[in-house]
C-alpha cells in the first residue's frame, strides 16, 4: 500500500489487465490463521480473481524500504503476545500474525549469516524451490526480509482448498516480484536461478523463456 509503489506504472498494465489487492507488508494470511470466526479480504479477493474470474497468474508483490516489514524486522525478536499487540496496535498484530512465518525464515537466514539458501514452497507442498535471498549483499537487513516475505507468501495462496485444483492442474501460477522504491528497478524471482534477479533489457527474454517454460 505504500504510496511510491504504482504497480500499473511499473508493469506496464492498462485496463483490465490486473486485479491489485494492497495491503500492509504484502502478506496473504496462511489459511490456519483464516478461523472460522474470522475471514480477511486476501483470500476473498483472491476467490473473486483466480476462482471466479480465472486469473491464471498470481504475483505477489514486495519492495524495498517496506515501513511494515521495517516494523517487522524491529519486532522479530519481541515477546509480546498477539492479546497484548492487539491492544496496542492493530499493525503491529497484523504483522506479528501473518508476519510470523516470515520472521521465522528470516532467523533461518540469520543464523547461516545471510549466506544459506532457504526452500520455499509453492504451488503444492511438492513444488519446492531454493531462494539465495541478496546474494550480492545489496540490500539491507530490513529489505532482505521484506524479499523473505514476498516469497512466503507464495505457499500462504497455496494454502487455501479452493486454489488447490488451479494449482494443481496447471491452470493458476504464483510468482513474486520485488520492486526496489530508489533505483525503479524491478526482480523477478527466477526458480531456475534460485533469486530475485533484476529485469532488465539483457535478460528479459530469457526470463520470458523461464516464464513461457514452466509457466504456461
Ligand atoms: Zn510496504
Excluded at 153 to 181: C, E, K, P
Aim: charged share 20%; net charge negative; aromatic share 10%.
Amino acid at each position: 500500500m505504500d504510496s511510491r509503489m504504482l504497480p500499473t506504472r511499473f508493469t506496464q498494465t492498462n485496463v483490465g489487465d490486473m486485479f491489485i489487492v494492497r495491503n500492509a507488508g504484502n502478506l496473504v494470511p496462511h489459511a490456519n490463521l483464516c478461523g472460522h470466526e474470522e475471514i480477511t479480504t486476501e483470500p476473498a479477493a483472491l476467490e473473486l480473481g483466480c476462482v471466479i474470474n480465472g486469473i491464471k497468474h498470481v504475483i505477489v508483490c514486495g519492495h524495498s524500504d517496506c515501513k511494515a516489514m521495517n516494523m517487522l524486522h524491529m519486532m522479530r525478536n519481541s515477546d509480546r503476545t498477539l492479546q497484548e499487540m492487539l491492544k496496542l496496535s492493530p499493525l503491529k498484530a497484523w504483522l506479528m500474525r501473518h508476519g510470523h512465518s516470515s520472521a521465522g525464515k528470516f532467523a533461518q537466514l540469520e543464523l547461516s549469516n545471510f549466506q544459506a539458501p532457504l526452500v520455499f514452497q509453492a504451488e503444492t507442498p511438492m513444488r519446492r524451490f531454493i531462494a539465495y535471498i541478496d546474494p550480492d549483499n545489496k540490500f539491507s537487513e530490513e529489505d532482505k526480509l521484506s524479499q523473505v516475505n514476498t516469497l512466503q507468501q507464495l505457499q500462504n495462496i497455496a494454502s487455501y482448498n479452493f486454489m488447490r485444483d488451479g494449482l494443481t492442474r496447471g491452470r493458476v501460477y504464483i510468482h513474486a516480484l520485488w520492486f526496489d522504491i530508489y533505483t525503479g528497478d524491478i526482480y523477478y524471482f527466477s526458480r531456475q536461478q534460485k533469486m530475485f534477479v533484476d529485469v532488465n533489457e539483457n535478460n528479459m527474454e530469457k526470463l520470458e523463456e523461464e516464464v513461457l517454460k514452466y509457466y504456461t
